[in-house]
């Protein structure tokens, strides 16, 4: 069964930085799409980033662009979000989502990510 697992997060002060890993395991077949994601409590879950498998293409939302970079090592299984210049505003649950290419997705269960001084 595909499994996602994140780490990295934890408390950092604001302009500090955080790298999140995403290790997959259990693909019948390559993926589509990672993609990061957050929820901050009452707020709906956002889209952070996304790379492709086929040929590493990025996206960025604009909340974050020029702040983290999403990354990828094949031999891995692995994804990172390099988080730098934190705010408090990055503070949430971030989670790891993997496409296939039959529209199924996964999830993993989340790091905490807490940007407080």
């Known amino acids: 069964q595909v499994q996602l697992v994140e780490s990295g997060g934890g408390l950092v002060q604001p302009g500090g930085s955080l790298r999140l890993s995403c290790a997959a395991s259990?693909?019948?077949?390559?993926?589509?799409?990672i993609c990061w994601f957050r929820q901050a409590p009452e707020k709906e879950r956002e889209g952070v980033s996304c790379?492709?498998?086929?040929?590493?293409?990025?996206l960025v939302a604009d909340s974050v662009e020029g702040r983290f970079t999403i990354s990828r090592d094949n031999a891995k299984n692995t994804v990172y979000l390099q988080m730098d210049s934190l705010k408090p505003d990055d503070t949430a649950v971030y989670f790891c989502?993997?496409?296939?290419?039959?529209?199924?997705?996964?999830w993993g269960q989340g790091t905490q990510v807490t940007v407080t001084s």
């Open positions: 989502n993997a496409a296939d290419f039959v529209g199924r997705t996964y």
């Open positions: 790379v492709t498998n086929s040929d590493g293409s990025t």
């Open positions: 259990g693909f019948t077949s390559d993926y589509y799409a």
